[in-house]
């Protein structure tokens, strides 16, 4: 009875983080580029618009727009039967077509961090190279229409 209710109260939580977001769809035509995006989270976009969800594909990428400063962040909800946890966080960045990117979302106690990596397939080390993000919140989400 208790797993059922941990679960039940686990699945609740994991709606509540999506709210009431549309899905994003990438406007026709639109110069655009793609992000991996983390699993285990919500991923969401701002692209001039208020929050919107992003649907992965089966690999965990995204297309979105590149060439304008958008923001891109993530919900993480769990529940262990007592308590419910939630964290957001995001990163603003300007994506380029000639670029793909990888968003990473740590967790950390009770604070989480999104951070953006530009893929660079010609580091045979590790494959990712800094990309240079503001660090933002759903505020930066709430541009002048």
């Not at 992965?56 to 304008?68: C, F, L, Q, S, Y």
């Not at 400063?69 to 993530?74: D, F």
């Not at 580091?123 to 990309?131: K, Q, S, V, Y």
Request: aromatic residues 10%; charged residues 20%.
């Amino acid at each position: 009875m208790r797993r059922s209710f941990s679960l039940f109260a686990l699945g609740l939580v994991a709606l509540s983080t999506a709210g009431c977001m549309s899905v994003y769809k990438l406007p026709a035509g639109a110069p655009a580029t793609v992000i991996e995006v983390p699993k285990g989270v919500t991923p969401w976009i701002c692209a001039n618009t208020e929050p919107q969800l992003l649907t992965r594909n089966p690999e965990g990428k995204v297309m979105i727009p590149a060439g304008e400063r958008i923001v891109v962040g993530a919900n993480f909800a769990s529940s262990d039967g007592y308590m419910n946890y939630y964290c957001s966080a995001s990163a603003s960045l300007v994506p380029s077509v000639d670029h793909q990117y990888q968003q990473d979302f740590e967790i950390e106690g009770r604070y989480c961090s999104s951070i953006v990596y530009r893929k660079a397939p010609d580091d045979t080390r590790i494959g990712l190279a800094f990309e240079p993000t503001l660090r933002a919140d759903n505020q930066a989400c709430r541009f002048k229409k």
